[in-house]
């Protein structure tokens, strides 16, 4: 039988890179309380990585150490969870479709 933190590790294996990992969708696993502390701790070891309140993403492991996945990965796989519609700022926009040399020195979303 494996430790519940264990069970979220290799769950979390199994996603895709950037997918968000939520307390509800891991209630399989254990309680929620369990599941709550043991993604708590594994926020602390830094094996996952809080994107904010109840949501953690896998850190990417590479030859070269450890990175956060990519924002834009993260936003859309997080909109999709919650069923939400966010987009970037104008000035982002405008530098993706190439309309301006300018790139934003902070990424900002906008919700519905």
Do not use: C, W
Not at 8 to 22: D, K, N, Q, R
């Amino acid at each position: 039988m494996q430790h519940l933190a264990e069970q979220i590790l290799t769950h979390a294996e199994g996603l895709p890179e950037g997918a968000p990992l939520a307390a509800k969708g891991l209630l399989h696993l254990g309680s929620r309380a369990g599941v709550d502390q043991a993604l708590s701790r594994l926020a602390e070891r830094g094996q996952l990585i809080r994107a904010g309140r109840g949501v953690y993403l896998r850190p990417i492991k590479s030859r070269f150490g450890t990175r956060a996945p990519s924002v834009e990965q993260a936003v859309e796989a997080l909109a999709a969870q919650r069923g939400e519609v966010i987009v970037p700022t104008g000035a982002a926009e405008a530098n993706a479709l190439g309309l301006t040399t300018q790139v934003p020195v902070r990424s900002v979303y906008l919700t519905s």
